[in-house]
């Protein structure tokens, strides 16, 4: 038996690990044990424990309960806690996932111990290192054994920065194996797509016409704490409710919300709180999520997997974002960047209304990255030639 610690901390990496969790106690139980750390980045019921209930996820056999603190607070108690953890569990390797601060805690302390580090979502790049995101996952490609790259895109990315596609085993950090494996979350969205309809009533509760509403979510620090930008988000929003009698969902990030309240202006956060078309709700589970995407007309956002689900749905995208790492979506036209520019974003939103009959190729492999992952770490982590 194989004994691997799965770290995950923020809601995305919450739902990620449920395809593994899904593989592992269906097709590999015999061969892959899980040990799972919560680090207790993301607590709040519908940040975290909605999706432990509603996706089969394992409970967490440990939860750090590190919530929210400064980068390095936050970053160096989850560290502590982590390494506790890896001493008396003594997996022979930690899977991790994306690029959020827990991502960043483990990939240091696993190394630090000498434990071989699984990246998932691997190689993704935005070429901006103002995100922290983007140095956490830089980091974390740089001390793992095994990484596996969602895109091509993503595995040319690695190649540039030394890593090799035609290193053999055994792979360690040195010599670290990389794997173009298709998307985790293609392999999820197939899967849950199938129940949510059934098991959620949110059309319904939200009065949404399907086709005739925009899905929207925005949390990335650089949108919600800088106070221009965010209010250029939100007029854009108002812009197109009002000018385009066009209905906005918004499940809103506690982030967001926190900082609308202190840092939009007075007008612009009574226009709108009074407008009928802007419905701005908690953030929804992972289910209510997807039946909100596959019945949108559009959706925009500043997040990584919503853009990619977009796609998934076939469901033209605007990237509130200056860049994205999911650069296919451009190149492919389903998705626009728009910044936090008023302008662009209403031109987008024109743009995707008056086009029809978007190509979605088949780009983030098969729905079965899970079991090929899993498979890998079999490979690799098993003792057998
Ligand atoms: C983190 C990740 C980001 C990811 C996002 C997913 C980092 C650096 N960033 O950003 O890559 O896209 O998660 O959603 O790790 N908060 C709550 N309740 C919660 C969680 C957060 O109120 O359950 C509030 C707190 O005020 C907190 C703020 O949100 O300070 C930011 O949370 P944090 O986990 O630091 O970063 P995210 O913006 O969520
Ligand atoms: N998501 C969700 N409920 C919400 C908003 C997002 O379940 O209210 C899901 C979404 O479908 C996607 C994931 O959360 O699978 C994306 O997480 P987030 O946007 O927080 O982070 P990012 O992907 O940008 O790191």
Known sequence: MIKVATIIGARPQIIKAAAISRAINTLF?????EVIIHTGQHYDEEMSEVFFKELGIPRPHYNLNTRSASPAQQVSQMMNGIEEILLKEKPQAVILYGDTNSTLAGSLTSSGLNIPVIHIEAGLRSYNKSMPEEINRIVCDHVSTLLFVPTRQGVENLMKEGFSAQALPPFNKNQPGVFHCGDIMYDNSLYFSSLSGKRTTIIERMQLE?????????HRGYNTDVPERLSSLFRALCGIASE?????????????????????????LQRIRENPLIIITKPVSFLEMIELEKNAMLIMTDSGGVQKEAYFFGKPCIILRSETEWVELVENGN???ADADERKIMEAFKHFRNIKGLGYPPIYGDGHAAEFICNEIVRNFSGKP
């Open 29 to 33: 139980r015999d061969c892959i044990a």
């Open 335 to 337: 998705a626009v960047i």
């Open 244 to 268: 385009t009698n066009t209905k906005i969902l918004l499940p809103l990030h506690p982030r967001t919300s926190k900082m609308m309240e202190s840092s939009l202006e007075k007008d612009l």
């Open 210 to 218: 399907e086709g005739k509403y925009v899905l929207s979510t925005i």
